[in-house]
């Protein structure tokens, strides 16, 4: 019902930032829950972040402090914004949306930082 489409991933030095999207279509984008996970090779799925029921967001502790999500209604997108970037956030980051019981996923968006 929705479909989710990551973008914004690329290569960047340690201490660098990046911005993720994530632009969904397909059905009511505010009715849906929101987060960001990351899978790094060899590791399971892991949530980075998410908007809570009352408004509020929450992050991951190895990320707190340095990335930012935030949604855009109106524009049916989802934002992940990752400052002072480390090597060890290399991963696939994948956006999700949550629908009572229904789940989604984006195909996933590369984020290599090295230097």
């Known amino acids: 019902q929705v479909q989710l489409v990551e973008s914004g991933g690329g290569l960047v030095q340690p201490g660098g930032s990046l911005r993720l999207s994530c632009a969904a279509s397909g059905s009511i984008f505010s009715l849906y829950v929101m987060g960001w996970y990351r899978q790094a090779p060899g590791k399971q799925r892991e949530l980075v972040a998410a908007?809570?029921?009352?408004?509020?967001?929450n992050y991951a502790d190895a990320v707190k402090g340095r990335f930012t999500m935030s949604r855009d209604n109106a524009k049916n997108t989802v934002y992940l914004q990752m400052n002072s970037l480390k090597p060890e956030d290399t991963a696939v980051y994948y956006c999700?949306?949550?629908?009572?019981?229904?789940?989604?996923w984006g195909q996933g968006t590369q984020v290599t930082v090295s230097s």
């Open positions: 999700n949306a949550v629908f009572t019981k229904d789940a989604y």
């Open positions: 908007l809570t029921s009352d408004g509020g967001s």
